[in-house]
């Protein structure tokens, strides 16, 4: 019966076995392998499409513990290195399974201070020769283990990409970061990359970095690099933390010129996850080079010291992608102070300066969505709920100022953090009753008497499509 089941159905049953909620879809898939031979293939696809690749010897952390302010964490990644080398040697003797693989993640340790050692593990030579067989990956990341500790010490994050990669695997690796059809690479939490390496990458489309991340500017390489016949390429959609974790990434391209490698103006999409709002803050390099950005997102942090101030991070942004940008989406994280005067409980700016002069000149605006955010919410004052939240329906009701505008949304999260860190009942009643109180305060004081009126907003004679929401969360703060 098995074998008359169509690909359709086969791939249903695969499916559902892979998003099952039980602890073990692998072993699911593996016993489904014994059911009849038409599900050997579909199986083999579902196991090896996403692989993870471990370097962490076993000599490294056996027996290793770590001590945090929520109690100890045992390492037990050296048990990761063998089950690499199944994983290996599964490909090596079964040649057509490399080709099912299309995405690779390669966790390595952090804090190395030498070389990782595999002397006692061997196997290097077999890894090496089946990762140089996986030419069908799309999608390739390189990550520290540290992701998979998320209690353990910030301080103990940075993984050196010289380091930690051995040897024996460089030139492996590199050959997968610029293979045809890789379009997809992220970096996590990585120090001292080699910047000429990803621009040499020009196939790329998507490159998300993620966490702390340096770049290194080897000179000679980049004018190798800039003088030789490597073909420009155009990323498509850049994905990054901070401004310093890209302006490294920017200045290293900007050696190479615009005739070679990848090419990083002509993003389409940008997302930033998170900029701030003070004067001193650095500013963002790729705002200013990137010259037809058609989407947006960030996230942008105040306090109410920041908040008085005139600085907008996203003020550098090239006169031409203002020209150009359709869709903007900004999550406005306000952190409401528990202390203080009233300036420290009064929101005056709730866009954050968006409604002084950058709104106004994206006239090719189609889609905005603003998410509000109180963070760490103790309460505020009357004084936050005036004519400063009509700002936004008096930019956007300028007669032609957004001929394409079609959908406007506006979400407002009040999140209140338990900063006892459990030494105390949380939330309390009064607690809970300040955030309704603010719940009702928003919506009849600012839904109901300043945004309500965009919902009759027509553009070309067609009402725009308005949302207004609110939220309340109660979670616990999270230490790392």
């Known amino acids: 019966m098995a074998g008359s089941l169509s690909e359709d159905l086969l791939g249903l049953i695969i499916e559902a076995l892979e998003s099952s909620l039980h602890e073990s879809p692998t072993r699911d898939l593996l016993s489904c392998c014994l059911v009849g031979k038409c599900f050997v293939q579909p199986c083999q696809k579902a196991l090896f499409r996403s692989v993870d690749v471990c370097l962490i010897p076993t000599t490294l952390w056996e027996g290793g513990v770590i001590s945090t302010r929520h109690g100890r964490i045992v390492l037990d990644d050296y048990k990761s290195y063998p089950q690499t080398l199944s994983f290996v040697r599964a490909v090596n003797s ?3 399974l490399a080709r099912y693989v299309r995405k690779v993640t390669f966790w390595i340790p952090w804090n190395q201070k030498k070389p990782t050692d595999f002397t006692h593990d061997g196997g290097l030579d077999e890894v090496g020769r ?34 930690c990669i051995p040897n024996a695997l460089k030139t492996v690796f590199v050959s997968m970061l610029t293979g045809t059809k890789l379009k997809s690479f992220t970096l996590d939490k990585i120090d001292a990359f080699p910047g000429h390496l990803l621009l040499s990458a020009h196939q790329l489309e998507t490159l998300r970095l993620a966490g702390h991340l340096t770049f290194t500017q080897d000179d ?19 994905v990054f933390s901070g401004s310093s974790v890209i302006n490294d990434l920017f200045r290293v391209a900007a050696k190479i010129g615009r005739q070679r490698g990848l090419q990083l103006r002509r993003i389409k999409h940008l997302e930033i996850g998170c900029l701030g ?14 010259d037809c950005l058609h989407s947006l997102r960030a996230a942008i942090v105040t306090t ?26 900004l999550c406005l994280i306000h952190l409401v102070s528990s202390e203080g005067g009233s300036a420290q409980k009064t929101i005056t700016n709730p866009y954050l300066f968006l409604c002084d002069s950058f709104l106004g000149q994206l006239h090719n605006l189609d889609i905005l969505d603003l998410e509000i955010h109180f963070k760490q919410y103790h309460g505020l004052l009357s ?24 959908r406007v949304g506006v979400a407002i999260t ?27 305060s928003l919506k009849t004081l600012v839904y109901a008497s300043q945004l309500q009126s965009l919902h009759d907003l027509k553009i070309g004679g067609v009402p725009i499509e308005f949302s207004f929401t609110t939220s309340i969360t109660t979670k616990p703060r999270v230490w790392t």
């Open 94 to 96: 079964s040649p057509h």
């Open 277 to 290: 709002l003070e004067t001193n803050h650095p500013k963002c390099d790729p705002l200013e080079v990137l």
């Open 383 to 406: 004084q936050s709920y005036g004519s400063q939240w009509s700002r936004l329906v008096e930019v956007l009701s300028v007669p032609g100022a957004f001929p394409q505008l079609k």
């Open 130 to 163: 089946a990762l140089s067989a996986l030419e069908m990956v799309s999608e390739l990341k390189l990550t520290t283990m540290r992701s998979r500790h998320p209690m353990a010490s910030p301080g103990m994050h940075r993984a050196s990409y010289e380091l």
């Open 220 to 238: 000679d390489a980049l004018e190798a690099l800039r003088v030789k016949d490597t073909p420009a390429g155009h990323l498509k959609s850049l």
């Open 304 to 329: 109410f010291t920041s908040q008085h101030t005139t600085s907008w991070p996203l003020g550098n942004l090239n006169p031409k992608s203002l020209a150009t940008l359709s869709n903007l989406s």
């Open 414 to 440: 009040i999140s209140m953090e338990d900063l006892s860190m459990g030494r105390s009942p949380w939330p309390t009643e009064a607690q809970l009753q300040q955030a309704e109180e603010l719940d009702r």
